[in-house]
């Protein structure tokens, strides 16, 4: 290889956000070490695959990820999820050069190392200090645990990542800053268990700043609150001291809570065997509402979970219409190898979970059209994702980026991206907001 040329490598990330912000971190290293991304497998010198393994679907498109890199380049490492069982990857792909399991960063730069050696070249080994992001600039994953000390019987996340390893506060404070300090507007606070952070720490304080910062949710948004940007709570569980974060919102602290509830029906929970699962969460979706009126709230639910009743999934509907959530996903259950779920009894056939998820989503896209409808009349500060020539697309504090609705903005003057505007919202379809720009 040409000393002068810095060896290029493609980067395939698949999966979720978290799996993202890992794709982020090798990349952040390898960037620092002179590599450069290529943008196609065909003349990189070598192909980087994060797979996901969360369900059966998800693995299978990961697979073909990986024969489509071997087709094209031939030189190939794969890490993330879907590492964590190496055999269906061997058996497929005998030839890949290196398999590692998720947050192996270390294993995923040897082995970089020894098919690619790194060039050392003083010019291109300086690195923005937030790292080489791949999601837009202006918004950033900012992952504060790995792993989940809970067992729910249809996850294997536990069983890939591992128990709840939560990151120091001060750690996790200095990345936020440098990322605000780079111009990221938005921190999506992201970890399998959000509320959960610094269990494992034993809430261990750390010194930031002038003062000490105990590794525990409410201060870490606090402390997060302070910088500046919009701070979205992701993947946040129920529990008790949840209740106390929801007086913070209305400054940085979004008034937005992502919440996978899963389903309502105490014995589908009960056999999910879901962290904080109790029968008092509408008294307090209720309360927070009075507390926090603009409070956004987004959840997945499951159908079709074995052995899910037409009792019990009444029981959700009727839960949904009681709670009011703005925005829901729902899958239909679906057995992971190596799950626990898969040995329990009263399988559900695909045509009722089918006819389960049709009748969930139509009931509560009524619920979500009208809590949008709502909001037709008032302003709402935007944050620009894509500028058009007269309209440009954004988001509004109730909406997370990729997986939520947009806000249609008309302008006057040349939007940035980034930008944060004032909107009067003018109408509401079915997902999203239109309006004009009215301040900046
Ligand atoms: S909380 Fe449950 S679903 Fe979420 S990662 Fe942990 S075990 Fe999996």
Redesign the pocket.
Same mark, same amino acid.
């Given at each position: 290889m040409d000393q002068d040329v810095a060896p290029k490598i493609s980067f395939v990330s698949l999966g979720c956000p978290k799996a993202l912000v890992d794709s982020e971190r090798i990349i952040t290293r390898l960037r620092a070490e002179g590599y450069e991304l290529a943008r196609k497998h065909d003349g990189a010198d070598i192909v980087i695959v994060n797979t996901c393994g969360f369900l059966d679907s998800a693995k299978q498109e990961s697979l073909s990820a990986i024969g489509e890199a071997m087709a094209e380049n031939g030189k190939v490492i794969v890490t993330g999820c879907m590492g964590a069982e190496p055999e269906q990857i061997e058996r497929e792909y005998p030839n890949v050069l290196s398999i590692t399991g998720p947050q192996q960063y270390e294993s995923v730069l040897d082995a970089v190392h020894r098919a690619l050696p790194p060039v050392h070249n003083p010019h291109l080994d300086l690195l923005p200090p937030q790292g080489i992001k791949l999601t837009p600039r202006h918004y950033a994953y900012l992952k504060i645990s790995e792993g989940?000390?809970?067992?729910?019987t249809?996850?294997i996340? #536990?069983k890939l990542r591992g128990d709840l390893v939560s990151r120091q506060a001060n750690d996790v404070l200095r990345e936020a800053e440098n990322l605000v300090n780079a111009g990221v507007k938005e921190l999506l606070v992201v970890s399998?268990?959000t509320s959960a952070y610094g269990v494992d720490l034993k809430y261990a304080t750390s010194p930031w700043k002038d003062r000490e910062v105990q590794a525990r949710f409410l201060d870490l948004a606090r402390e997060l609150g302070e910088l500046g940007a919009w701070v979205r709570l992701q993947?946040v569980?129920p529990y008790p001291h949840v209740d106390d974060v929801i007086p913070l919102m209305g400054g940085n602290i979004l008034p937005y809570l992502d919440i996978?509830f899963?389903h309502a029906s105490p014995d589908v929970l009960k056999r999910m065997k879901? #962290?904080a699962a109790q029968d008092k969460t509408l008294a307090r979706i209720k309360r927070w509402r009075e507390q926090c009126p603009d409070l956004t709230l987004r959840s997945t639910f499951i159908v079709g979970f074995p052995g899910e009743t037409e009792a019990d999934f009444q029981y959700l509907l009727d839960w949904l219409d009681e709670a009011q959530l703005d925005r829901v996903g729902c899958f239909k259950y679906e057995p992971v190898a190596g799950a626990t779920s898969n040995v329990l009894d009263g399988t559900v056939p695909d045509e009722i979970k089918t006819a389960r998820w049709n009748a969930l989503m139509a009931r509560q896209q009524k619920i979500s059209a009208q809590r949008l409808k709502r909001k037709v009349g008032t302003r709402q500060q935007v944050i620009i994702d894509e500028v058009g020539p007269s309209v440009s697309k954004g988001r509004s504090k109730a909406d997370a980026p990729q997986i939520d609705g947009a806000v249609y903005v008309a302008s006057r003057r040349p939007l940035k991206v980034g930008e944060i505007v004032t909107a009067k919202i003018e109408r509401a379809d079915e997902y999203d907001l239109h309006g004009s720009v009215t301040g900046f």
């Open positions: 989940c000390n809970n067992r729910c249809f996850c996340i #536990p399998q268990d993947y569980y996978p899963q879901r #962290p």
